[in-house]
C-alpha cells in the first residue's frame, strides 16, 4: 500500500481540496496521513521522516506571492535534507500554479477540486502533469475512467483543415474520452462514388473524400489525453466503409440503424428493404471482429414522433438483432428530451423501461454498455437558456449510471458546435457528474416512474412478439413487413405507402 502525506502549508486553513484528494486517494487504496491546517516547514519535513511517504500533497490558496516564498523554502529544506526521491503534489490558485509550473519541481499541480484529473494520477496515468497514453480500446477506457463515465461529443466543420485544427483543440484540453466525427452527407452515401456526390462541400459535416483525409484526422487526436475516433456506419457501401474506418480512425465501435439511414428518411440512396438487408450484414461484420456495436434505432423513431412504446421496442429488437447475429460488445444509447416536449419523470420512466428490457439479454457473451445523451431538438436558441438545458439533462441521465454521456453541445440550436463550445459543454456536463457521483437522489423509485416503466415493458414485449409471430427477427422481409403494416410506426412516416416497396422521398430527415 503507497502511501500519502498531505497539508495545508502556511497560514492556508483552507482544507477542503486537500482533504478531498486524499479521500480520493484512499478509496484508490492509498494510506492517507493528514496533517492539517497552517502546517509549518518544520512540520512538514519532520512528517515526512517519520512517516516516509511516496507521495507528499501541499496545499495553498491564499496569496500567491506569499505562496511562492513559502514553497521556495519548502523546496529548499527538502532538497537539503535529502527528501526529495519522491512524488510532489501542489494544490494551489491559478497564478501559483503557473509560476510553479515554470520552477518544475511538482510532479502535478491542481488549480481546483479536478476529481478526474486526480483519480487519473493516483492511478499512475498521469506524471510530470502529463497524460500517458490512455486506453485506445473503448471497453478499456470504460475500465480506466471508472467510476467517472467516458465522455463523448460529436465534431465536425464544414472545412476539412479547420476540423483538424478544431480536433487538435480538443484532444489538448482533455475534456473528452471520444471524438465523434462528423462527416457530410457526401460522404456518408457517396464516399465510393464520387460521381454521384452533389455540388459543395461540408454540407452538415467535415467533407472527407480520401483515406488521408481520415488518416490526416486521427493524426490530429493523438495528443492531450488521445482521445479516441468513431464514426457513423455510412449509407451505402458498409462493410468497405467499415474497414476504411478501422483502417484510418481506428474507430472506437459502430453504430448502425436497421431501418434508417436510407430514401425513407432521406439520407442514404437505398431503399429500405435493400437498407435493411446491408445493415443486418454490417452487424455481422462488426460483431466477427469483436468490435461493439451501437443501434440507431430507438431515438430516430422518437425523434419522427412515435409512441414510447415503439421506440422502446425498436430499441429492444436492436439489442436482440446483434446478439443473434454475434455481437459481444453492445453500446446501448438513451436520447432524453425526445420528443422535446416530453416531462422528466416520463423520461425517466421510457429509459428505465428501455434499459430493462436491454439488460435482461446479458450474459456471458453479450455484455451492455450505457450510452446516455441530450436530446438535439430540446435545445433552445438561447445560448444561456441552452446551457441550462444540458446540465439539467446530464443530471437526469445520471440516474441510469452510464459508462458513456454523449455530451450534445449547448450551441446545437444556434450553430454548429465550435471547439470551444465542444470543450465548455464538456466541462458544464463534467461538473454535474462530478456533483452527482458524490451523491444525488435516486427518481428512479418514484411511484409514477415505476408505474409507467411497468407499463411501457409491457407494451413493448407485445410488439417484438408480434414481430416474432410473423417470422424471424432477422430475415430482412419480416423487419420490412413489420413497417409495412404499422407494428413499427411514426406519425411523421404517414406517408408511407403499404403496396410500395419503399418510402417517398419526400419524408427527409
Known amino acids: 500500500m503507497k502511501k500519502i502525506l498531505g497539508a495545508c502549508i502556511g497560514d492556508c486553513v483552507h482544507i477542503a481540496g486537500i482533504h478531498r484528494f486524499l479521500q480520493l486517494a484512499e478509496n484508490q487504496g492509498y494510506e492517507a496521513v493528514f496533517l492539517g491546517p497552517a502546517v509549518s516547514i518544520d512540520q512538514i519535513i519532520a512528517a515526512i521522516r517519520k512517516y516516509n511517504p511516496d507521495i507528499v500533497g501541499l496545499s495553498y490558496r491564499l496569496t500567491p506571492k506569499t505562496g511562492i516564498n513559502i514553497i521556495k523554502q519548502i523546496k529548499e529544506r527538502i532538497l537539503e535534507e535529502g527528501l526529495e526521491k519522491r512524488e510532489f503534489v501542489l494544490g494551489g490558485l491559478p497564478e501559483l500554479i503557473q509560476k510553479e509550473k515554470q520552477e518544475g519541481f511538482f510532479n502535478i499541480y491542481f488549480e481546483g477540486d479536478d476529481a478526474e484529473k486526480a483519480i487519473a494520477y493516483l492511478r499512475g496515468s498521469v506524471f510530470e502533469d502529463k497524460y500517458l497514453v490512455p486506453p485506445q ?34 484532444a489538448e484540453s482533455k475534456c473528452l474520452d471520444v471524438i465523434s466525427l462528423g462527416t457530410d452527407q457526401n460522404a456518408q452515401a457517396h464516399f465510393f462514388h464520387p460521381d454521384r456526390m452533389s455540388p459543395g462541400k461540408g454540407a452538415g459535416g467535415v467533407p472527407v473524400r480520401t483515406k488521408k483525409d481520415f488518416e490526416m484526422l486521427y493524426h490530429a487526436s493523438q495528443t492531450g489525453n488521445y482521445p479516441l475516433l468513431r464514426t457513423y456506419a455510412g449509407t451505402d457501401d458498409l462493410i468497405e466503409l467499415a474497414q476504411l474506418y478501422v483502417d484510418t480512425i481506428n474507430n472506437a465501435w459502430s453504430a448502425i440503424p436497421i431501418f434508417w439511414f436510407n430514401q425513407m428518411d432521406g439520407r442514404g440512396p437505398m431503399d429500405l428493404k435493400s437498407s435493411i438487408v446491408a445493415h443486418l450484414k454490417a452487424i455481422k461484420w462488426h460483431a466477427e471482429k469483436d468490435i461493439p456495436v451501437e443501434i440507431l434505432e430507438s431515438h430516430h423513431w422518437s425523434l419522427r414522433d412515435s409512441s414510447d412504446e415503439v421506440a422502446i421496442a425498436a430499441g429492444f429488437l436492436g439489442a436482440i438483432i446483434c446478439k443473434e447475429l454475434g455481437v459481444k460488445y453492445f453500446i446501448s444509447q438513451y436520447m432524453f428530451n425526445t420528443p422535446p416536449q416530453t416531462n422528466q419523470r416520463d423520461d425517466l420512466a421510457k429509459m428505465l423501461a428501455q434499459k430493462e428490457l436491454i439488460e435482461s439479454l446479458q450474459d456471458t ?39 458513456i454521456i454523449h455530451v450534445v453541445s449547448y ?88 403496396n410500395e416497396a419503399k418510402i417517398k422521398e419526400s419524408i427527409l430527415y
Open 137 to 170: 480500446n473503448i471497453l478499456e477506457r470504460i475500465d480506466f475512467k471508472t467510476p467517472f463515465p467516458v465522455l463523448r461529443h460529436h465534431f465536425g466543420l464544414p472545412s476539412l483543415e479547420e476540423t483538424i485544427k478544431g480536433i487538435s483543440k480538443i
Open 365 to 403: 457473451n453479450f455484455t451492455v454498455y450505457t450510452q446516455t445523451r441530450t436530446g438535439l431538438f430540446s435545445y433552445p436558441i438561447d445560448l444561456s437558456m441552452a446551457k441550462g438545458q444540458l446540465a439539467q439533462s446530464t443530471m437526469l441521465q445520471m440516474q441510469l449510471n452510464p459508462q
Open 411 to 498: 450551441s446545437e440550436a444556434n450553430h454548429a458546435a465550435t471547439p470551444e463550445n465542444v470543450i465548455e459543454s464538456c466541462k458544464i456536463a463534467k461538473q454535474v457528474i462530478t456533483k452527482c457521483l458524490e451523491g444525488q437522489p435516486e427518481m428512479i423509485w418514484d411511484p409514477y416512474v415505476l408505474k409507467r416503466k411497468q407499463e411501457l415493458k409491457e407494451k413493448a414485449v407485445k410488439i417484438i412478439n408480434s414481430i416474432k409471430a410473423i417470422g424471424s427477427l432477422l430475415d430482412p422481409d419480416v423487419l420490412f413487413k413489420c413497417v409495412n403494416i404499422g407494428l413499427l410506426h411514426a406519425s411523421q412516416l404517414d406517408s408511407y405507402s403499404s
